[in-house]
C-alpha cells in the first residue's frame, strides 16, 4: 500500500517561531488533508490541498503533487497549537474516499 | 451546526464484554467511516459504509462490526473486548465521491478503555 511519511517525528517551538512540517508519499493521491489533532484528541481539519498552496491565518500549506510532498508551515507559534499534526493522503474507491494518515508530527509550543 | 458527534466521549468496558460505539451526523452524507486509532499512533481505517452498502478493510479483525440502520446514524460493535483493543474510534463522513473533491468530516472521537 501507500507510504506516508512525516518529519520531523517530534518539534519542540518556542512561542512566536516558524516551523514548516513535511509530508512525503510514495504514491500518486487524488487529494491531501493535513489535519491538527489537540491534546483531547480531536482532529481538526486544517487544509485540503490537492495541489498548490492554500493560506489560513498563520497557516499555510503547499502540495506539490508531481513530486509527492506537501508542507504545512505554522508562523508565529502559539501554545494552542501543540498537538500532533497528521497528513493523509486520499484514494479514491468507489464512491468513498480512503484516507492513508502519515505517522504524524508531535509539536509542543513553549512559552 | 450541521456536525458529526460521537457519544460516549469516554467508555470504559470489561475484557471480553461486548461493546457499541454510536456516531450520528447532521451533514446528511452518503458515506461514513470508522478508524482505530492505538496510542501514539496514526488513525487507521476499519470500514466505511456508502449508504447501506457495507465495505470492510482486508485487515479488519472479524471481532469489529458495524451497523447503518439509517443515514443519520452509525455503529461500531465490538464483540468480545481484549486489551489490545483499547484505543480512540474516529468516525467521519463524507459525500460520496461523484461530486468531486470531497474532504472527510471528524468526529470528537470515543476513547475506549479496557478493563
Redo the contacts between chains.
Keep these: 500500500g501507500i507510504q506516508v511519511e512525516q518529519s520531523p517525528p517530534d518539534l519542540i517551538l518556542q512561542e512566536g517561531a516558524n516551523s514548516t512540517l513535511r509530508c512525503n508519499f510514495s504514491d500518486s493521491v487524488n487529494n491531501l488533508q493535513w489535519f491538527h489533532q489537540n491534546p483531547w484528541g480531536q482532529l481538526i481539519n486544517l487544509f485540503y490541498i490537492p495541489s498548490g498552496t492554500k493560506q489560513n491565518g498563520r497557516l499555510s500549506a503547499t502540495t506539490v503533487a508531481t513530486e509527492r510532498y506537501s508542507l504545512l508551515y505554522i508562523s508565529s507559534s502559539q501554545t494552542t497549537d501543540s498537538g500532533v499534526y497528521f497528513c493523509a493522503v486520499e484514494r479514491v474507491a468507489g464512491t468513498a474516499s480512503k484516507l492513508t494518515f502519515g505517522t504524524g508530527t508531535r509539536l509542543q509550543v513553549t512559552l | 451546526d450541521a456536525m458529526v458527534i460521537q457519544n460516549p466521549r469516554y467508555q470504559v468496558t470489561q475484557f471480553g464484554k461486548p461493546v457499541t460505539l454510536s456516531c450520528s451526523q447532521t451533514l446528511n452524507h452518503?458515506?461514513m467511516?470508522w478508524y482505530q486509532?492505538k496510542s501514539s499512533q496514526?488513525?487507521?481505517?476499519l470500514f466505511?459504509y456508502?449508504d447501506k452498502d457495507f465495505?470492510n478493510e482486508a485487515d479488519t479483525p472479524d471481532n469489529f462490526q458495524s451497523r447503518r440502520p439509517n443515514t443519520s446514524f452509525c455503529f461500531l460493535d465490538i464483540r468480545s473486548p481484549g486489551l489490545g483493543d483499547a484505543a480512540?474510534y474516529?468516525c467521519a463522513t463524507?459525500r460520496?465521491?461523484?461530486w468531486g473533491?470531497?474532504?472527510?468530516?471528524?468526529g470528537?472521537?470515543t476513547?475506549l478503555s479496557i478493563l
Design positions: 452518503n458515506v467511516y486509532q496514526a488513525p487507521k481505517l466505511h456508502y465495505n480512540m474516529l463524507s460520496e465521491q461523484v473533491n470531497q474532504p472527510q468530516h471528524f470528537d472521537g476513547r
